[in-house]
């Protein structure tokens, strides 16, 4: 598109600010958020490698996170504990994740992340902030830093309200299935 080219969502912005009700606001924040979970759907669809989205998902909480037990990474992840299972078990297998004992609980096990688990880490990565780049390119640096910090806005809320809606030790199965990854 061109950069004379209106978007639908400047359209819905400038008509939720004229009206400034906080309906009208989640009616149209619904409605992004729907296109563009659709969007993102599609994109991993055609994104996809060896690994899969939870793959990348685990992995990112082992980098970033450090090493955690199955418990915690599916709380971390919003995920269920039998789905972190399954897909840890894979990444074992597959020499991307190690599962050691841990020293302050002898009865359970920290998971890490391999040199492999890093490595497929930062392809997907790299990969996927270039296309982020391409994307953002015709952006403003102004429009991208605030798309950034509202985003991380939602995001925070949006983590904190599923974390207190599910309470500690919370029913992992009516999470979300992605939740708050910072990949």
């Known amino acids: 598109?061109?950069?004379?080219?209106v978007h639908a969502c400047d359209r819905s912005a400038a008509q939720v600010t004229a009206s400034s009700?906080?309906?009208?606001?989640?009616?149209?924040l619904g409605t992004e958020i729907v296109r563009f979970s659709r969007l993102m759907a599609a994109w991993k669809q055609r994104a996809k490698t060896d690994g899969g989205a939870a793959d990348r998902v685990l992995l990112a909480r082992l980098v970033v996170g450090g090493d955690q037990r199955a418990t915690d990474l599916a709380a971390d992840a919003f995920l269920d504990l039998?789905?972190?299972?399954?897909?840890v078990r894979s990444l074992v297998e597959r020499g991307l994740v190690t599962r050691r004992p841990d020293p302050e609980d002898r009865r359970g096990s920290l998971l890490a992340a391999t040199e492999a688990?890093?490595?497929?880490?930062?392809?997907?990565?790299?990969?996927?902030?270039?296309?982020l780049?391409?994307?953002?390119?015709?952006?403003?640096?102004?429009d991208r830093a605030d798309l950034i910090r509202l985003l991380g806005r939602l995001n925070e809320d949006m983590a904190e309200r599923q974390h207190t809606r599910l309470g500690p030790g919370g029913d992992q199965g009516a999470a979300v299935e992605q939740g708050d990854i910072r990949t």
Not at 1 to 5: E, L, P
Not at 21 to 28: M, P, V, Y
Not at 117 to 131: L, M
Request: glycine share 6%.
């Open 82 to 87: 039998s789905t972190v299972s399954r897909q």
């Open 133 to 142: 780049a391409e994307l953002l390119e015709p952006w403003s640096p102004q």
């Open 117 to 131: 688990g890093r490595a497929a880490f930062a392809q997907y990565r790299r990969q996927r902030d270039a296309e």
């Open 21 to 28: 009700r906080l309906e009208d606001a989640a009616a149209g």
């Open 1 to 5: 598109m061109s950069k004379g080219t």
